[in-house]
């Protein structure tokens, strides 16, 4: 539970999104995108969300939202579990 398939290529997925990256690293992280469909996922997903998040702190959004992204952010993978 809470262990993705591919946690250890999390950390090359930051950087990559972070462009803190090398040019190896970067071009290790390209390359395990080609072939990892997890992370591919995952990236597509967090590169979203900075979008989103880079947006709305420009225009300010409801705080309600950040909790929302902050929980998808904390959780990605499990569906379920409502608190009633
Ligand atoms: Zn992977």
């Known amino acids: 539970m809470g262990h993705g398939p591919c946690d250890k290529c999390e950390e090359l997925l930051h950087g990559y999104l972070d462009r803190e990256l ?16 997890y992370c591919r996922r995952r990236y ?12 709305s702190a420009e225009e300010r959004m409801p705080p309600g939202l ?15 579990q409502a608190s009633a």
């Open 22 to 37: 090398s040019e190896v690293e970067h071009a290790e992280a390209e390359a395990h995108l080609d072939t990892c469909d």
């Open 44 to 55: 597509r997903f967090e590169s979203q969300l900075r979008k989103y998040i880079r947006l």
């Open 66 to 80: 950040l909790d929302k992204l902050a929980q998808l952010r904390t959780d990605p993978g499990q569906g379920g």
